[in-house]
């Protein structure tokens, strides 16, 4: 069977894929906002505990067609095991169509296109990567860890290697003080980027991070949800793609937003455009249902 250890996070879009920890939590761990992997060590997982979960998934689990990379930074293990590890999956799974994974930015810098695009013909073809912001300020007190300079430079390479990229931003991010400069600016990375995915999170404070002590001694500045409209407004108007699904379905957004950009656009501006004249008729998310 397999053999989790700690929780064990995914994106959305990962509901239907089998969840392997190929490493466990997140090498870099530093992110102010993200819980995740507090608890963990990182580690990269031997491959004979791997080997045996896949034998037993070849046996128990019927058409798997998907499978995903845990914990939070497995782009970072070595070139190598990656590679022998995409090949047990793809002869354990056959009828595999994709597998993915988060890449943190200090993951993407390590490795070479020459070595993802091997990954990419051995099965890795997508990565999750959060952007958060494109404005600098906004990434330095979210200790991501780059400017958004590199941020670009490392998206870049992934796709020099042909692997999509999901990206997200963090609505909220700025606070009031930055909101707008936030969102022009995190329009302006995207752009530069071209992934094939975006969506928003909306950044909530949760304990045992510094954002969440920061936030119960009442120093952060959480946007209400008709600012956040006006927020992802501002984003989605900046947009110039050329191929993009976005999404705004994670449980932490207020608001449910589907579509594909550049075709999409400005119905989804004028949807926001609405939910601001009159946000009493808006579909807000009751506060209670939202989560991460």
Partial sequence: MIRYQGDVYRPPSEADSLILQATLGCSYNRCTFCAMYREKDFRVRPLSELREELAWAARSLAGVRKVFLADGDA??????????????????LPGLKRVSCYASPQALAVRTVDEMRDL????????YLGIESGHDAVLRDL????????????ARKAHA???????????????????????????????????????????T??????????????EVDELDPVELAWELRELLAGLELEGTIFRSNHASNYLTLAGTLPKDK????????GVLRAPERAPFRPKWSRGL
Avoid: C
Wanted: glycine content about 10%; aromatic content about 2%.
């Fill in 75 to 92: 782009l970072v293990a070595k070139a190598s095991f990656l590679a022998e590890l995409l090949d047990e999956i793809g002869r354990a």
């Fill in 205 to 218: 404070p949760v304990p045992g991070t510094p954002l969440g002590a920061a936030a119960a001694r009442g």
């Fill in 161 to 203: 290697a042909g692997v999509k990229l999901s990206t997200m931003i963090l609505l909220g991010a700025g606070g009031r003080a930055l909101s707008r400069e936030h969102a022009v600016e995190s329009a302006r990375v995207v752009n530069a980027i071209q992934p094939r995915f975006l969506s928003t999170l909306v950044m």
């Fill in 120 to 127: 990419r013909e051995r099965g890795l073809t997508q990565y």
């Fill in 266 to 273: 400005a119905a989804m501006v004028a949807a926001l455009d």
């Fill in 143 to 154: 200790e991501k860890g780059v400017d958004a300079a590199e941020m670009i430079r490392v």
